[in-house]
């Protein structure tokens, strides 16, 4: 198992594995290149784990195009075992990257062997030193991930969303005008490893405290069973303030994955007083491009959403992405949407573009200087590699903060023309 171990950097086990790396295997230099990796956080320290000891150690940096190798060393008695080979395999297949590496005449063997291109460099104290370079193996092509649509799913979503409707109907059987699906599988832009599932629920009549949070608790739990990484998100309102938009959107209920517990441990209020400012633009996107799985059809509940009430709640999200440094905590999904908040404020047609088109159209029209960084994002949002929870936000991708800052800088020049 190779895992990140720079929190145990004192255990004088992986100190001595880190002195056999080091120039006549000096420990006191072991210990000073431990104290500089801990002060860069740009620099990670895996170790490969067997039985829960570490057995060897490898140090290493990432930089757009390649990772770079400081130094790696595996324990004495546990050499010729492959796990040098099994290091250098786990970095290429995390980081899908070349691996670089500088090292002396005793190492330079143990690269050759695993495949990597060996070239002199200057000597450094009459000691030889070599340049080694681990190409990408050239991949196959694959065929790029098409976007699904409502009528064209994985079957285990379409029974995820018919049974959840089901649920539904069976929690609100005298007080439902309808379930109703808008956002990315409304839009033929959903992607089952980032993408949520969205519903806007209408109901005839307020439902009551108690009543709410009821139905909240049985979403939450049925949200635990999804088929897929994304989760679900709903909101339900009353037929009124769905016929009658007004400024400020009330909500009887909401669930989203960040509420989860919350809602499980009981630890929400539920109020019919209660705005959401995200609501102008779910509804939009109902009554442009939504889909009606139960009840009366869209044009009969749905009134129309005021346009500068949706670009209020549009700009509240954008504003949130450019401020600060915070497009870095999820690259793709800030990306994505600064560019549909883009077209929105520069072509003014009031058009709805998804992520997904935002992104083509994002290729198509923004200064080309920003492609390669809305082509990663695009590639990310799309790709069916499954990622831990925890790397989710990121799509398990590393990305380039010089060009994020830049195209957040970018947008906020462009929101200022536009939007004041």
Known sequence: MFNNIKDQLDNPMILQIMAYSEYEESLERAVKRTRSYRENTAQYVYGWIENS???GVCAFH????????NGMAVAEHSRKNGIGRAMVTELQMKYSRSLEAETDDDAVGF??????????????HDNCRWRCVLSLPQPQPQPQPQPQSWQRCDIVIHKYVTEFV?????????NLTGIYLHGSLAMNSYFPPKSDLDFI??????????SAKDINRSIARYAETRPTMGSIECSVITCDTAKNVPDDIPYELHYSETWHQRILDGQVTYDPTYIDPDLPAHLMCVKRRGICLYGQPIDLVFGDVDWDNFIRAVLDDFDWIIDDNNICESPYYGVLNICRTLQILTEKNQKYLSKYEGAMWGITNLPKEYTPLIRQALLNY???????ENERKTG??????????????YARKVRCVHAG
């Open 166 to 174: 089901d649920l539904l109907r069976s929690k609100l059987p005298d």
């Open 396 to 409: 398990g991708d590393v990305w380039n903060k010089a060009a994020l800052f830049a195209f957040r800088d």
């Open 53 to 55: 000891v570490v057995l």
């Open 62 to 69: 990432i930089q757009p195009d390649k990772v770079i190798i």
């Open 201 to 210: 629920i209408v109901v005839d009549n307020n439902l009551g405290a108690e």
């Open 111 to 124: 690269y050759r062997k695993c495949g990597f291109i060996v070239s002199e460099l200057p000597k450094v």
């Open 382 to 388: 799309c790709s069916n590699a499954k990622i831990p």
